[in-house]
């Protein structure tokens, strides 16, 4: 049986990879959209986001557009590698009799 | 660090949930610059056919009928830009999704032979409103109130205000599928 990621189980995070791993199809995702879709606070979304890049599973820019600060999240292939085998373990966890 | 299977099928719910919500988004996104750009079509469509004498309608729409699936075909191999082969196709598929389209509203012409220029009109709204409702009800919600809302505006133009229906179909139709782009595109 495949092994739990512990990072990436904790329910926000684990919405965030989830959402990473279809919405950055088209490239980094906007701070403010992913807050949008998980609707989540500014500050814990930040967290965790700091969690999972100290872990090495997204990428955090920061830059501006004009004068407006701009922050895009990416999700990288070892984050996009760990949330497939973290989803493969939860299938086996609830295929397991 | 246990996991049970409840925590397992909850997660898994959380995950599939939040995907759906992410490809539904993503989905809104890619179909915005279509929605804007043929509304833009139509407002100048309906705009010139109202200031321009009948024979030459058919003249007005073949440039802009042509730029609207060049502009589509266009903007579909930019969605698919390092797709799989059968996102690839997707141009071949807006150019076939039109022609058919267009061969269907012959063929319900040929069928029930409007009396009248105001059928011919409003049918394409009907027709543009139906397809999204469709596209709606399968994958995209926001897609399917957009084309309700064509559709219920197509039909009042209709039948309320027959006597200013090409500037209607213009501005509420035309103007309403490029606000519906915009609101698509914040999404």
Redesign the interface.
């Known amino acids: 049986m495949s092994a739990p990621d512990e990072i990436i189980h904790q329910s926000l995070r684990l919405k965030i990879m989830a959402t990473l791993n279809v919405g950055c199809a088209d490239g980094p995702m906007e701070f403010t959209r992913l807050r949008g879709l998980l609707k989540a606070t500014d500050g814990n979304l930040g967290s965790h986001l700091a969690t999972l890049e100290k872990a090495g599973y997204v990428t955090i820019d920061k830059d501006f557009v004009g004068k407006k600060p701009r922050t895009r999240v990416a999700i990288t292939p070892a984050g996009a590698k760990a949330f497939r085998g973290h989803v493969a373990y939860l299938r086996e966890v609830l295929d397991s009799v | 660090?246990t996991?049970?299977?409840s925590?397992?099928?909850g997660?898994?719910r959380?995950?599939e949930q939040?995907?759906t919500?992410?490809?539904e988004?993503?989905g809104y996104?890619h179909a915005a610059p279509y929605l804007i750009g043929w509304g833009l079509i139509w407002a100048v469509g309906y705009t010139l056919m109202a200031v321009r004498p009948q024979p030459e309608w058919g003249w007005i729409w073949l440039p802009l009928d042509a730029a609207g699936i060049i502009g589509s075909i266009l903007q579909g191999r930019s969605d698919n830009r390092g797709g799989t082969q059968a996102v690839a196709n997707c141009g071949m598929r807006i150019l076939l999704g039109v022609l058919f389209t267009a061969l269907f509203m012959a063929a319900t012409y040929v069928l029930f032979a409007p009396a009248t220029v105001a059928p011919f009109i409003v049918f394409p709204g009907l027709i543009a409103g139906a397809i999204y409702v469709a596209i709606g009800l399968a994958w995209l919600p926001r897609m399917g109130w957009i084309g309700f809302g064509i559709f219920v505006l197509s039909m009042a133009g209709y039948l309320f205000f027959r006597e200013w229906l090409l500037y209607w179909m213009a501005a509420v139709c035309g103007g309403g599928l490029m606000l519906s782009g915009l609101w698509l595109r914040n999404a």
């Open positions: 660090m996991v049970t299977r925590d397992a099928a997660a898994l959380d995950i939040a995907q919500r992410a490809g988004m993503r996104r």
